[in-house]
């Protein structure tokens, strides 16, 4: 089998482009392939390729056209036809550049795109085989064009293919470097133990946070409700639910949530919004709704969405 390798390439790249399912072609090719620095990268490996293609494999007997010239000249021919043919990639590639800025790109536009260019490159490989060369004035065009297209084909589609398992992988590895470098999330602690002092700095009383259900204020006096085995127990304390909140809320599930309560979000089972208002109901039997009020509702939420998950 003549040219096996590229072949099999060669097709391997028209079903993975092109008989892609429906769904799939729809999406948006990465934006990699678009990218300025790339599309350069694949202009320039693309014309070596060709290059090399041409005049190492020399398809349908191009060095038979020119048997009176010396093999530099063949090269120096060969490749001005090659560059100039790779004019046709070099404005596909500006186009999609400048059309990927402004709209998404899917992976059949994608594929539409290389086949034109493919079809381009081909009539202008056939024109030239046909019309320059002595030796092409008898061939027959439709042939000619499809040995080009075969040859096209392979000159754009392996490097084509070769790019974009490289510029999939790198773009991967930058997404891995980046989530390594990020930082971890912080976690927020949780403090197991409280200290409710009075407002003279005197420890009162230390409720283990996952028995303290809520505090209730009046005047300067707080009443900490709490589980003591699994009966609900109340404890009267001289000090102000502002300090509790400026002291004890920060990195642990209390949070102030109205004038008079604070409240331990882990103990919270249900948050019901009524015409009345938003409550808080407790898991603990025989205590109150706890209401959350306009003025903290905010700071009660966010703190709510963190201890929630």
Request: charged letters at 20%.
């Amino acid at each position: 089998m003549k040219c096996g390798l590229f072949v099999c390439i060669e097709k391997y790249t028209f079903v993975h482009i092109f008989l892609t399912p429906h769904k799939t072609m729809n999406n948006k090719i990465p934006a990699y392939l678009y990218d300025k620095s790339n599309i350069a990268r694949l202009i320039l490996l693309t014309a070596v390729f060709a290059l090399l293609f041409i005049n190492i494999f020399q398809p349908f007997g191009s060095r038979g056209w020119y048997p009176y010239i010396s093999d530099f000249k063949y090269f120096f021919f060969s490749s001005l036809i090659i560059l100039t043919g790779m004019l046709v990639v070099v404005v596909s590639r500006l186009i999609m550049l400048a059309y990927g800025r402004k709209h998404a790109i899917t992976y059949l536009q994608y594929s539409i795109w290389v086949l034109a260019e493919i079809v381009s490159m081909s009539l202008f490989y056939s024109m030239f085989s046909k019309f320059i060369p002595k030796e092409g004035a008898n061939r027959d065009f439709l042939d000619i064009f499809h040995k080009s297209t075969v040859n096209t084909s392979l000159v754009l589609l392996l490097p084509y293919s070769i790019l974009w398992l490289y510029f999939s992988w790198r773009d991967k590895n930058k997404m891995l470097e980046k989530m390594s470098q990020e930082e971890p999330p912080i976690e927020v602690p949780k403090k197991n133990l409280i200290a409710f002092p009075d407002e003279k700095g005197e420890l009162r009383i230390s409720i283990m946070l996952e028995n303290l259900l809520y505090v209730d204020s009046a005047d300067n006096y707080a009443t900490i409700h709490y589980l003591n085995k699994l009966k609900l127990s109340h404890f009267l304390i001289r000090n102000s639910l502002k300090w509790m909140e400026e002291n004890l809320t920060k990195d642990s599930p209390l949070v102030r949530c109205h004038r008079s309560y604070v409240v331990n979000l882990d103990k919270v089972k249900v948050l019901r919004k009524t015409k009345d208002g938003i409550y808080l109901e407790l898991d603990a039997v025989n205590t109150p709704d706890i209401p959350v009020s306009k003025t903290y509702y905010e700071r009660a939420m966010t703190k709510f969405s963190q201890y929630s998950v």
